[in-house]
């Protein structure tokens, strides 16, 4: 069975630094697209930024209220992937959700249960 | 970038037919038939109802359809169930390679 899980969320200040994790399991994730959503309470949906399999050498894309502060990164080995957010602002205060997109599927069609990431001084 | 535009909410009662619009640019809806469909229940995480404009993922109900028409993608639940109650986002791949969604529609069953 396909899981997607989050961790690594809390509390940070502004400008400050925190990296999450997304695992995965039940699946081959090395051929999976995974992507990065957020939701701020009270708030819709907001595309964060992707990272590609290896046959599409890693590649990677951001929303623009993120490009240039966020990264993304991948490690097949062990099923995981990590947003790398950093000069984190109050308004990236949200849930974050990693989800995937497999090759026949132009979908996000599994997605973890999301991780909430605070930032307040 | 923008979001695409959703009318913040739709509502309709039981066994009805409700649907919601998406509009876009030829930058993003109009460009690529990849537009999909999401149904979002509070605290819960999101599920996907429709890809690639019009297809369904196995096991979601096939009272839920998509179509799109230039710059305008749309998503029709027909015969209502209480349980459509949620939000619903549409999400399309754009020209700069990059993904955007909707703002959200809110549907009620009444």
């Known amino acids: 069975e396909v899981h997607l899980v989050e961790s690594g969320g809390g509390l940070v200040q502004p400008g400050g630094s925190l990296t999450v994790s997304c695992a995965a399991s039940g699946f081959t994730v090395s051929d999976s697209t995974i992507h990065w959503v957020r939701q701020a309470a009270g708030k819709g949906l907001e595309w964060v930024g992707q990272i590609r399999s290896k046959s599409n050498n890693y590649a990677t894309a951001f929303g623009a209220s993120v490009k240039g502060r966020f990264s993304i990164s991948r490690d097949d080995s062990r099923d995981t992937a990590y947003l790398q957010m950093n000069s984190l602002k109050t308004e990236d205060t949200a849930v974050y959700y990693c989800?995937?997109?497999?090759?026949?599927?132009?979908?996000?069609?599994?997605w973890g249960p999301g991780t909430l990431v605070t930032v307040s001084s | 970038q923008s979001a695409l535009t959703q009318p913040a909410s739709v509502s309709g009662s039981p066994g009805q037919s409700i649907t919601i619009s998406c509009t876009g640019t030829?930058?993003?809806?109009?460009?690529?038939?990849?537009v999909s469909w999401y149904q979002h229940h509070p605290g819960k995480a999101p599920k996907l109802v429709i890809y690639?404009?019009?297809h369904r993922p196995s096991g979601v109900s096939n009272r839920f359809s998509g179509f799109k028409s230039g710059n305008t993608a749309s998503l029709t639940i027909s015969g209502l169930q209480a349980e459509d109650e949620a939000d619903y986002y549409c999400l399309s791949y754009t020209t700069s390679v990059t993904n955007i969604f909707g703002g959200g529609t809110k549907l009620t069953v009444l």
């Open positions: 690639e404009v019009t």
């Open positions: 030829s930058s993003d809806v109009g460009a690529y038939n990849y």
């Open positions: 989800s995937r997109r497999v090759p026949g599927i132009g979908g996000l069609d599994y």
